[in-house]
């Protein structure tokens, strides 16, 4: 990795912990709208903004998450979804793995965190994680 690809990427895990935990009362839980994760639009144009949002995620949630398997799950999850996203052959596709791979596996973590409410919920949180990163990626990360 070259020293101009791993500043960006640094400058990018940096923005998106800050932003994540600035915005914190909407950045965890099941009503979450992190606006973070509009930088994961970014690796479509600029692949060396992965590994930046890998850490960034992992720092996030370290320092706010939900414990345990949310310092683990989101970040692969956004780890992988970086990845898929640099194959994406145009932007507006490119905004499609962070929402979905973030609508399935967020409630996975929410219901292993709290799992007096239940797993059946999980599709009601699929649908508010979704929409929430669909906000970001697709509202913010888009344009």
């Known amino acids: 990795m070259k020293t101009k690809d791993l500043t960006l990427a640094a400058l990018i895990g940096a923005l998106y912990t800050g ?3 600035v915005f914190g009362m909407t950045s965890f839980g099941p009503w979450q709208c992190r606006l973070s994760e509009a930088l994961c639009v970014l690796p479509f144009f600029f692949p060396a903004t992965a590994p930046g949002l890998f850490v960034g995620c992992l ?3 370290l320092l706010g998450g939900l414990g345990p398997w949310d310092i683990v799950l989101g970040p692969l999850a ?3 979804a970086c990845l898929l996203t640099v194959r994406c052959k145009n932007r507006v596709l490119a905004t499609l793995p962070p929402v979905i791979l973030n609508a399935l596996v ?3 973590i929410i219901l292993v965190s709290a799992p007096e409410t239940g797993w059946s919920l999980y599709p009601a949180l699929t649908l508010q994680v ?3 990163e669909a906000i970001a990626c697709c509202g913010l ?3």
């Open 59 to 61: 720092l996030s949630n």
């Open 106 to 108: 967020v409630p996975i």
């Open 19 to 21: 932003l994540t935990l």
């Open 141 to 143: 990360g888009l344009p």
């Open 130 to 132: 979704g929409l929430g």
């Open 78 to 80: 956004t780890l992988l």
